[in-house]
T-cell receptor
């Protein structure tokens, strides 16, 4: 158990809909990262938040957005869903300690199926 | 664009032998490299890391080698055990705590 929780575990929805994925980081971790893993694809970095502010952006579509709240949990919003958005979405967290170790702890993922 | 590449989608080795997983990267600004292991239905878990000031890091049966001039790193598992069967992801970033780029993963199967 990494200490990172993600809800829901599974989500089935239709094209054109909007969903929200939720992530609670490990206690004390200030950074939250979102990744997408599609079939036969590696983990694609989407976006990172640190203490409520966006820190880095990867291959995130304009239809997707995220935020990190004062209690440090994060939500990933996916809108106008397409079939190709079906994937596993992972959240990870890390603590900024200045040691140079940037190990991230991953949640179990949310499996999104768009029909 | 794929800045981190794992060209072997799968690898099968016999229990007790060495497993060598390879990873290539294109961005010369990457300074931190990590390996993650992923079992089905679980999130990836951190395995071992190396920074660019080193060329080798060892942790028990796991050793990571970094060749910066070739932009290549590898993970050696010796001896391999059936419980090592998983998907292994290579990851790299240019700065701690900033966005990390992952490879597509290599599925390792260790046969008893």
């Amino acid at each position: 158990d990494s200490g990172v929780t993600q809800t829901p575990k599974h989500l089935i929805t239709a094209t054109g809909q909007r969903v929200t994925l939720r992530c609670s980081p490990r206690s004390g971790d200030l950074s939250v990262y979102w990744y997408q893993q599609s079939l036969d694809q590696g983990l694609q970095f989407l976006i990172q938040y640190y203490n409520g502010e966006e820190r880095a952006k990867g291959n995130i579509l304009e239809r997707f957005s995220a935020q990190q709240f004062p209690d440090l949990h994060s939500e990933l919003n996916l809108s106008s869903l397409e079939l190709g958005d079906s994937a596993l979405y992972f959240c990870a967290s890390s603590v900024r300690s200045g040691t140079g170790n940037n190990e991230q702890f991953f949640g179990p993922g949310t499996r999104l199926t768009v029909l | 664009d794929q800045q981190v590449k794992q060209n072997s989608p799968s690898l099968s080795v016999q229990e007790g032998r060495i497993s060598i997983l390879n990873c290539d990267y294109t961005n010369s600004m990457f300074d931190y490299f990590l390996w993650y292991k992923k079992y089905p239905a679980e999130g990836p878990t951190f395995l071992i890391s190396i920074s660019s000031i080193k060329d080798k890091n060892e942790d028990g049966r796991f050793t990571v080698f970094l060749n910066k001039s070739a932009k290549h790193l590898s993970l050696h598992i010796v001896p391999s055990q059936p419980g090592d069967s998983a998907v292994y992801f290579c990851a790299a970033s240019g700065h701690p705590y900033l966005d990390m780029r992952f490879g597509a993963g290599t599925r390792l199967t260790v046969k008893p």
